[in-house]
């Protein structure tokens, strides 16, 4: 579903990204990531805050800046020759305090309460009166360490001086890795998925996944011993950093898991393909897996056991609900925010059904105060569509139900099943949600 497509946080991914076979896949210790590309286009209404040309400091040393460029320059140079890809294009780079980051958040973050309800009304999380806003700047301000800009090709780099430590040096070739993304395989396609949220998520770290594993073995190839004991003790202080811990705590936990999806499943997707050479990669940025559930299932996608999902089509209800209605979002949504639905509404393993969903799609209306929410899912068959109604009746076993509607924590659902076709419906009104499945 819809995906705080802006800025990603700084997350600790999984150290490894272990050897799948042999030692050729072996990578480097626990390592926070360096924020995703920036796409300049994402759905509404979570706008990619953009940097200003500004944001690069003022030289006050020519010869350490002098430095600097003749630095990233052989970063590059690494990049480019581990990674097997060429520089199509020259390398824009500049520096961004965390002061003159911040104010770009403040400035570019927005955030409104249909943004909240959204996610509140599929039980992502409880807190209807949550601040996500004031939250995403707070974590994205302590927690961003460098991104790519697809719109103006910039590879930005948050830092305080021209002088890299290891962890910028690593992060550094990251976003290195982003623009040569971006020159052989067009990242603007993130911007091309429109609703597609699902497809969207799935590229996404195919995206992230390439970077983390490129920044991991740039770790191992270009720095020495003492550089990478460096960078080790840098990231693991990052990790542990309090400000950008306590941000995160305060983040629902869809939120986390939705922000670290990337930089965990992307990994873990490709070192499954990674043959000891990094263009082995290409592939699945050229072709990338179209739904989460083959990212999150490496193995059974690339035997060829997980098809693409089938498009799922939820009909208009607005003549149902009446004047004031309007239709706020509309798209796919995937096996990952699924298993995190389940998961945080008292399902904890919903994984054995959850392996036979074919598709879904998403609906949220909205009138004021008031709105409605449509999951329509098909299913392999008629059986595991109704383990799929099973296991949403779990979720709501702490709900009164009367007549097919179940009622909790301010929201009211029923569930209709049409052979392999599983429906929820969701509204913050019983009398909405009367109107929107027609059973009054």
């Not at 993304?181 to 993130?190: E, M, P, V």
């Not at 306590?246 to 990994?267: H, K, M, Q, R, T």
């Not at 105060?369 to 099973?390: K, L, T, Y």
Request: net charge negative.
């Amino acid at each position: 579903m819809r995906r705080l497509s802006f800025l990603l946080i700084l997350l600790l991914v999984l150290a490894a990204c272990t050897s799948a076979d042999d030692d050729t896949n072996d990578v480097d210790s626990p390592t926070p990531s360096p924020t995703e590309v920036v796409d300049e286009s994402p759905p509404d209404p979570t706008p990619t805050p953009e940097p200003t040309p500004t944001a690069t400091p003022e030289p006050e040393d020519d010869a350490a800046w002098a430095e600097l460029d003749a630095f990233v320059d052989q970063v590059v140079q690494n990049v480019v020759e581990l990674r097997g890809l060429e520089l199509l294009e020259e390398l824009q780079f500049a520096l961004m305090t965390r002061e003159e980051l911040t104010e770009m958040l403040e400035e570019e973050i927005e955030f409104d309460q249909s943004d909240v309800d959204l996610y509140w009304i599929f039980r992502l999380f409880d807190d209807r009166d949550l601040d996500l806003e004031r939250l995403m700047i707070d974590v994205q301000a302590a927690d961003i360490y460098g991104f790519y800009d697809t719109e103006s090709k910039e590879t930005y780099l948050i830092a305080e001086d021209p002088e890299l430590n290891a962890m910028e040096e690593v992060f550094l070739a990251h976003e290195i890795t982003h623009a040569l993304q971006d020159q052989h395989f067009d990242l603007g396609r993130l911007d091309d998925e429109s609703s597609d949220y699902d497809r969207f998520n799935a590229l996404l770290a195919m995206v992230e996944g390439d970077a983390v594993l490129t920044q991991e073995l740039y770790a191992q190839e270009y720095l020495d011993d003492e550089r990478r004991m460096e960078y080790m003790r840098e990231a693991m202080a990052a990790v542990q950093d309090e400000a950008a811990n306590a941000a995160l705590d305060a983040l629902p936990a869809y939120l986390i898991e939705s922000l670290s999806f990337p930089y965990v499943a992307g990994p873990m997707f490709m070192v499954q393909v990674f043959d000891g050479e990094l263009n082995s990669l290409d592939e699945h940025l050229q072709n990338p897996p179209a739904s989460t559930q083959q990212v999150m299932n490496p193995a059974a996608y690339l035997r060829g056991d997980i098809a693409d999902p089938v498009e799922v089509e939820i009909p208009d209800i607005l003549d149902r609900l009446g004047d004031g209605w309007s239709l706020y979002d509309k798209g796919t949504i995937g096996v990952f925010d699924l298993t995190i639905m389940f998961e945080e509404n008292g399902v904890p393993d919903p994984d054995d059904v959850l392996e036979w969903w074919n598709g879904s799609t998403f609906a949220m209306y909205e009138d004021g105060e008031d709105v409605v929410g449509i999951i329509a899912s098909v299913w392999a068959d008629e059986a595991r569509a109704a383990d799929f109604e099973a296991m949403l009746v779990e979720t709501m076993a702490d709900y009164s139900q009367e007549d097919g509607i179940w009622m909790g924590d301010g929201r009211f659902h029923t569930i209709i099943v049409d052979g392999a076709n599983v429906t929820l419906k969701s509204a913050s009104s019983e009398e909405a949600l009367l109107n929107a499945a027609q059973l009054n």
